[in-house]
């Protein structure tokens, strides 16, 4: 079992920045395809950034390229989610999460465990 924990969530107004993290006790994390998903209300969650830690790929979203990047450190067991130029539309619970294999079925939603997620909210 892996327990992710989110945190960096908060308000900040449009054009503003955030950096959400996400860790997990116990576990690497470097075992694992990482991922950042969003809910915002009455919407689906959508995937917004994924990291393979071989080789460095990642993937983002096309609304969030160019303003969001996923990075992680191996040293700190965390994953990060760099916000820049935040609009309200990113107004959502982040989540993260976690697939041991199938990086594409990460991407698809399909993660092996999730975190409890933190909310993110840009005032415009």
């Known amino acids: 079992q892996v327990h992710l924990v989110e945190s960096g969530g908060g308000l900040v107004q449009s054009g503003g920045s955030l950096r959400l993290s996400c860790g997990a006790s116990g576990r690497t994390l470097s075992l694992y395809h990482m991922g950042w998903f969003r809910q915002a209300p009455g919407k689906e969650r959508e995937f917004v950034a994924v990291l393979r830690w071989s080789g460095g790929y990642t993937n983002h979203a096309d609304s969030v390229k160019g303003r969001f990047t996923i990075s992680g450190d191996n040293a700190k067991n965390t994953v990060y989610l760099q916000m820049n130029s935040l609009k309200p539309e990113d107004t959502a619970v982040y989540y993260c999460?976690?697939?041991?294999?199938?990086?594409?079925?990460?991407?698809?939603?399909?993660?092996?465990?999730w975190g409890q997620g933190t909310q993110v909210t840009v005032s415009s």
């Open positions: 999460a976690a697939r041991r294999t199938n990086i594409a079925r990460l991407i698809s939603g399909e993660a092996d465990y």
